[in-house]
């Protein structure tokens, strides 16, 4: 890509998912204020901060799960809201933190269930669809639990069957709010493999993680957040050092290029 004109500053990247100065709330506990983010297309951003600064909350408002009381979230230029929810659903596919299974319910049925957006009163069972189950069995790694129902299954299975649910949904935007919860360490770099990978196909990937390490070695864009608001983002080594991980988590570090792939590595200091 060439670069711009000395002096004149680069355009910003284009967008179809955004935030315009958005105040998000639950009653009248104010979680984040006047919030702007752009979402880059084509890439993995990950979003890390403390605990309750307000990461989950932004991903809610993006899939109209969570109205800003100011601001907009819109979509292509049109505010989320202003979408039906199936129309909206082909488009971004979520994963929250806390889902529940319907009792008796097994892994293929379930994970068919992220075809809901593709299906209407008059259509069937497409062949289409059985492409799209078989595919995303095969990607989190739980084809051999096809059959087996899900309440049998370990924490860790279980996610890798609600990731597989939304890859089945086939959006080009995927949000994953903590996608490694309950993953041993040999799955949590396999599934955060594959989200690169799908990046690396066209898709854009925001996910909530809580590993600064791992974020920095898979994503390409990080959002940093704190108490509500956005601190940094920017591209991992352009934004990851010391003084931005003392502001963010309050921890006492140095940042040192991992030896394998290196991307900045966090390493707390006594």
């Known amino acids: 890509m060439t670069a711009p004109p000395t002096g004149r500053p680069a355009a910003p990247p284009a967008t179809r998912l955004a935030a315009r100065d958005i105040t998000l709330?639950?009653?009248e506990r104010v979680v984040s204020a006047n919030v702007d983010l752009d979402v880059v297309d084509g890439a993995f951003t990950a979003i890390i901060g403390p605990n309750a600064c307000g990461k989950s909350?932004?991903?809610r408002s993006f899939v109209?799960?969570?109205?800003?009381?100011t601001g907009t979230v819109s979509f292509d230029g049109r505010d989320v809201f202003g979408y039906q929810p199936k129309a909206i659903a082909r488009e971004i596919g979520f994963l929250p933190q806390q889902l529940a299974a319907p009792e008796n319910i097994a892994v293929r049925r379930l994970v068919a269930r992220g075809r809901y957006p593709h299906q209407s009163l008059l259509s069937t069972w497409s062949a289409e669809d059985e492409?799209?189950?078989h595919e995303a069995l095969a990607a989190a790694g739980v084809e051999e639990l096809a059959e087996r129902?899900?309440?049998e299954l370990s924490g860790g299975q279980r996610q890798r069957v609600w990731v597989a649910m939304v890859l089945a949904q086939e959006t080009p935007y995927l949000l994953l709010d903590e996608p490694t919860t309950f993953l041993d360490i040999t799955h949590q770099y396999e599934l955060l493999a594959l989200f690169a990978r799908l990046r690396d196909e066209g898709r854009t990937v925001i996910a909530v993680l809580h590993d600064i390490n791992q974020a920095c070695r898979f994503a390409d864009h990080l959002v940093a957040m704190k108490d509500g608001r956005i601190v940094a983002q920017g591209a991992p080594a352009d934004i990851v050092d010391a003084a931005l991980i003392q502001e963010v988590f309050d921890l006492p570090c140095?940042?040192?290029p991992d030896p394998a792939v290196g991307t900045p590595m966090i390493v707390p200091t006594p």
């Open 131 to 133: 492409r799209a189950v």
């Open 25 to 27: 709330a639950y009653g």
């Open 57 to 59: 909350t932004l991903l």
């Open 254 to 256: 140095v940042v040192v």
């Open 149 to 151: 129902p899900v309440e």
């Open 64 to 69: 109209r799960l969570l109205r800003p009381t």
